[in-house]
């Protein structure tokens, strides 16, 4: 399900931007150590506190609008299918957050000094495919079925 309203457009972002940065935050933090650790999942939490926010601004100010005018050009709301609406629309929010989030962890974590713009396409290149895979196949499902859950219910027991 996807959000109707501008109040659960927040909350499905808020939703959807800890599900996602988490996940790749955990993916950068491994590739940083040379693979997946047990404290990886820990240590993600300190970076939340800053890459949260910023994905959840960007997402809701820039990046949600965005993402649906790039989508549009390729499917048309009300005559393909809802998936190929989801897929495109998820599709070009990874094509814009990736190297937008990129760009701000390599300012904020790289210390790429003279090489910031080798180290911030890296990064984008690293990133781009696990952030498309894991909103795609598992993100994008479980956040749109949770919040689909709770708006259904709450949405009885307003009634």
Do not use: H
Not at 21 to 48: D, P, R, T, W
Not at 127 to 144: E, K, S, T, Y
């Amino acid at each position: 399900m996807l959000p109707q309203n501008k109040f659960q457009e927040v909350i499905f972002t808020f939703v959807m931007a800890f599900v996602m940065v988490y996940a790749m935050i955990c993916y950068n933090i491994s590739l940083n150590v040379g693979g997946m650790q047990n404290f990886v999942f820990l240590a993600a939490f300190k970076e939340m506190l800053i890459m949260w926010p910023v994905a959840i601004v960007l997402e809701l100010l820039f990046v949600g609008k965005l993402a649906q005018i790039l989508a549009f050009r390729f499917v048309t709301p009300g005559k393909d299918p809802m998936i190929m609406m989801i897929l495109a629309i998820s599709a070009m929010s990874v094509c814009l957050m990736c190297p937008l989030m990129s760009l701000v962890a390599t300012i904020l974590f790289k210390n790429a000094g003279s090489q910031f713009v080798a180290v911030w396409l890296q990064t984008t290149a690293l990133n781009f495919p696990m952030a498309l895979c894991w909103q795609i196949f598992f993100a994008g499902p479980l956040v749109r079925n949770v919040f689909g859950f709770f708006v259904k219910t709450f949405s009885k027991k307003n009634k």
